[in-house]
């Protein structure tokens, strides 16, 4: 049978592993743990030596606990001093009522308690500390409670004992998550930044993922029809050739060779877009977890639009192969598609003029023709660089897109001290 302390030690685990996939979440967290053992507040403190973005500070506090920018000041000038927390360096892991080895006398004579303690009212308290497995990581949580009312007993202590793994194991897994979330992040804005469309798509053609030009392609409707988490396309045996191409792509096992890329001509409404597309396989096999269920063949889709010209700004032209900045004006206009002539004319400058910026960049580039210097930047990153393209947020295939609250879903943010509760 569950008793009433039972049901309240699972109450609290409960709250602490929704914190772990929101840190949010801590604050009604403190809040369940501080009404549990009957305290007037919780202060919870994480403190990651390698990663500072992940330290924690939050004060709950529904009754008469108070804290403010001052005594946090203070407090941190007197913490080493602090016999409670000489007490939790001491024995770690442990749980500790102040009262169990303090005398009042002893607490009131400590310069923390006649500069901070007392103004805040934390006359008792409960506390435990939680160093990681090397020194770089250290947790401390700890209750109060206000005078007049009674020190934390053997109970109150067990109670959070039964606490301190599941308190450990919040971190461990809100470190893992924020990490994952963080290299999912990286890996999205670094595809971005390419200026073609990518598409990941299942054998249905439902988008996965899709990275901003491809965005911009589908709510465009350049070649595709929007409105809906599916890849559609105007002509319908475009469509059937689209749907072929992507169920062989999806067919391939992880233990056969990979498919050759396919390609594909879209045509646009209206036929007056086509798009070039390339399909090929993405098998997620190897999921780490053993996750077998969730390893499924996906499909790549790499789509460009003949109509837009390949960018090459010209200060990374400078930078990259040493040019003046009208060699770089010249060569970005060859790499747009523009001949010779309608490049200086673009420009306002003299033909001859241009062949003797042209004649230069030759030299830099060791080349001997514009054909060559087009083909030495589109096969350098300066193409790369997408620049004239506006981010494409809150599409129904993307989970995790450019909301401002997308960074909040772990919350990957610094919060150095928070003050919640009350007061």
Known sequence: MITTIDRQILTCIDALYNAAVDQRKLEPALGTISKSLDADGCHLVHHDRRNPLLDISILYSEGPILWNETLAKKFQGLIFDDPRIILANRFPEKPISCRAYLTDKELHASRVYQEVLRFSKAEYTLGVN??????????????????????????????????????????????????????????????????????????????????????????????????????????????????????????????????????????????????????????????????GALEQSLAVIFVTDPRKPQEAPPDLLRRMFGLTRKEAEIVEQLVIGRSLQKAAEFLGMAENTARTHIKAVFSKTNTSQQADVVRLVLSSPVWIQKTSSKRVSGTPFDPLSQSPQRHKILGILPPKQTFTGKN
């Open 130 to 291: 939680l160093p990681g497995s090397n020194d770089d990581v250290v947790t401390g949580l700890a209750l109060f409670r206000s005078p007049g009312r009674q020190p934390f007993d053997q109970k109150s202590c067990d109670f959070l004992g039964e606490l301190v793994p599941h308190i450990k194991r919040l971190f461990v897994i809100q470190k893992r998550l924020i990490m994952l979330d963080m290299g999912h992040r990286m890996t999205v804005d670094a595809l971005d930044h390419i200026p073609m469309g990518i598409f990941i798509v299942n054998d249905q053609l439902q988008i996965r993922f899709a990275n901003a030009s491809a965005k911009e392609l589908f709510y465009n409707a350049e070649g595709f029809r929007a409105g809906s988490s599916r890849l559609m396309v105007y002509n319908p045996n475009e469509y059937a050739d689209l749907q072929h191409l992507v169920v062989h792509a999806t067919q391939t096992s992880p233990n056969q060779p990979t498919q050759h890329p396919r390609t594909i001509c879209l045509t646009g409404e209206g036929q007056d877009v086509t798009l070039t597309a390339m399909v090929s396989s993405l098998s997620l096999a190897n999921l780490p977890l053993q996750a």
